[in-house]
């Protein structure tokens, strides 16, 4: 398999930004065919190919370095470029103080190694207010709850994109031309203001204006290389010169058609994607190993169901890169929920192989939630029903129904090196990386290149 597109099967944080950066590091020269997950050469590129700059991809080196990734590719470390491809949200403002990070933490040129697609949507200061304007109304309506949104805009860009014309919305491509970009700024500024007086609601007045946008995101257009996809086959020259890594953001469970709606993000977190990319390219599906990354326990970032959760784990599984948050709320840990990962892998079409992170955990009274009791009157469902079709309703009424359930366990193992053989007989999916740790260096492959 050429190519690796790497997906998270859980509610995210389980480890994808470490998995691209493995696949990019040093460990994947190595002169060890035997172990190799896809072709040996050099990784081309990682292609982010869903969500936007709330993405918290963690990566740290073995010398100690650590950044977290929300549009940069978590290769960029070893010098690997990244495409922002067109199912991105690019939010230049954020973009360009990752970029500063990246530089003290010695990446030459920061800019040098970006490119984007000219159709990718743009995130503005307005979009990530009136999402927290929205956000902190739930709070103060009867009945309601938070969504567990990370804050930063990306539904409010995405509902916008679908409720005007395909002109309207400011994309990546509009930050070449500075006339038309701050009349697009303006009038978004302007529906979005309307929409949310109509709910009683006000955006801030001290939002930057549409003139000093312009300004940020014309910096951006003169320092990132920007592609009009359609015309240039730039993705496409891409692919073909060698391996690239796609890299997820957010987790299966998540998904905007297949999580637990509403506490989903406005983003498609399988491997659609990705692969609808391949094949505009060119590319066969099967040059790509979908590979599917979960922890040896559960968590989840915020508000929505969790059936598995055990606050008595917090104390014995600390999380050095995830923190209760102003708008996700608390990092919440459970124990491994074999039924929503199957699930997560039904919904996507199955993985190739799974990644199984977090295997040094201390493994002392950690459980396998191996069904859901929905009343104690019927079975226990091991694997959840899917609907066949997109459908918001059904998802809710699956909502309601997990919310309800009640965990149905069996013991783990007490040696922490036994849970990826666990995790993948209960899944059905070879394990074919096992990460001990947080560095590349903590990475092993056990399943040999497909031939």
């Known amino acids: 398999m050429k190519h690796a597109i790497v997906v998270d099967l859980g509610y995210g944080d389980a480890g994808k930004g470490s998995t691209v950066d493995w696949l990019c590091s040093p460990a994947r020269s190595e002169p060890r065919a035997e172990t190799r997950l896809h072709d040996e050469a050099q990784i081309r590129a990682v292609v982010r190919f869903n969500g936007g700059a709330q993405a918290g991809h963690n990566v740290v080196t073995p010398e100690g370095r650590h950044h977290t990734f929300a549009q940069f590719g978590a290769g960029t470390l070893h010098g690997v470029p990244t495409h922002l491809s067109r199912f991105m949200l690019v939010e230049p403002f954020a973009l360009a103080a990752e970029a500063a990070h990246l530089a003290e933490l010695g990446v030459p040129n920061p800019f040098a190694l970006l490119s984007a697609d000219s159709r990718a949507l743009i995130t503005t200061p307005y979009h990530r207010a009136a999402n927290r304007v929205r956000e902190s109304a739930r709070d103060r309506t009867p009945g309601s709850t938070r969504h567990g949104t990370c804050g930063m805009g990306i539904g409010e860009t995405v509902s916008f994109s679908l409720a005007v014309s395909p002109d309207k919305p400011a994309r990546v491509g509009d930050c070449r031309d500075r006339g038309p970009l701050i009349r697009k700024l303006t009038a978004l500024r302007d529906r979005i203001a309307a929409d949310l007086e109509l709910s009683g609601l006000r955006l801030p007045t001290d939002l930057p204006s549409p003139e000093f946008c312009a300004d940020v995101y014309q910096a951006f257009a003169q320092r990132v290389r920007i592609v009009d996809e359609e015309d240039?086959?730039?993705?496409?020259a891409l692919l073909e010169s060698g391996p690239c890594v796609f890299e997820g953001a957010q987790g299966v469970l998540l998904d905007e058609w297949y999580g637990f709606h509403p506490h989903t993000t406005w983003s498609t977190t399988t491997f659609a994607n990705a692969e609808a990319l391949l094949?505009?390219?060119?590319q066969a599906p099967d040059t790509a190993a979908r590979l599917g990354v979960v922890r040896t326990y559960s968590t989840r970032h915020g508000a929505g169901p969790?059936?598995?959760?055990?606050?008595?784990?917090?104390?014995?599984l600390p999380e050095p890169h995830n923190e209760t948050g102003t708008w996700q709320g608390a990092f919440r840990i459970g124990h491994f929920d074999a039924v929503a990962h199957r699930y997560a892998l039904d919904v996507c079409g199955g993985a190739d192989a799974l990644v199984v992170t977090h295997a040094d955990a201390e493994a002392t009274g950690r459980r396998l939630c191996r069904a859901y009791q929905a009343a104690a009157d019927v079975p226990a469902m091991e694997k959840l029903p899917r609907s066949l079709i997109r459908d918001l309703d059904y998802q809710r009424l699956l909502t309601k129904?997990?919310?309800?359930?009640t965990?149905?366990?069996e013991d783990g193992p007490q040696d922490p090196r036994d849970w990826p053989d666990?995790?993948?007989?209960?899944?059905?999916?070879?394990?074919?990386?096992?990460?001990?740790g947080p560095t590349w260096r903590d990475k092993a492959a056990r399943l040999p290149c497909a031939k």
């Open 232 to 236: 240039s086959g730039y993705l496409a």
């Open 279 to 282: 094949k505009e390219s060119g």
């Open 306 to 316: 969790f059936v598995s959760e055990d606050a008595a784990l917090t104390p014995m």
């Open 401 to 405: 129904t997990v919310s309800r359930c």
């Open 407 to 409: 965990p149905v366990y």
């Open 422 to 436: 666990v995790i993948g007989d209960a899944l059905g999916t070879p394990v074919g990386v096992v990460s001990s």
